[in-house]
């Protein structure tokens, strides 16, 4: 087995294989300058039970500044048919740019939220914000989940992940537990 190389820790997150890939929307979809949706991987479960979903968001974002005025923010998963919007919403910054427009997204109010879903993707979580706490570069909000939209199984392995600069997709399944 080839050995080890030590690693600046800064880049240690390479080490994990991947990471979901995700659109966060957040503010009132009827004014489109306190609106915005954002490209975000670093997204994580917090509590299956209840279910608390959790995005890192860095304070110069113009998201931020959205996820600290609005209560709620919606978690949306793109499939591999999205990359290029995810490129772009990951790009450019909604001050200047009408993101949910140019990128052609179909924009529903939430359910149980004030901020929007988006409908192309195929998992939308709606999240009531519960917690924000900073872990460095990035703040992190944590959501409680209060209404969920999904797509089948099958759909959902289209999902998109990120790794060193790579979008990919999910592999074989190896292993049932
Ligand atoms: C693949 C990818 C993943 C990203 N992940 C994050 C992230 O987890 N947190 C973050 O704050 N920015 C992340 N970014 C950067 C923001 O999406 C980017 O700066 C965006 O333009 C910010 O938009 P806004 O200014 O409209 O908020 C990512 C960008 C890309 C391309």
Redesign the pocket.
Known sequence: MEPKTEVNPIWACRGFPAFP?ALVAVGDPGSSSSC?V??????HVFSFDPPVIG????PC????ELMTKYDDFSINIPGKDLVEE??F???????ETN?FEECGFTVTPGKKIGSPIIEECLVNLECKKKMVFDAGD?TWFLGEVVHALSRQVEEREKALL?WSGEFRLIGNCIRKR
Request: charged share 15%; net charge positive.
């Open positions: 890939i915005n954002m490209t975000a991987v670093l997204v995005v890192g968001v860095s974002r113009y998201t931020f995810v490129l919403c990951g790009q450019k910054c909604g001050r993101k990035h990120y």
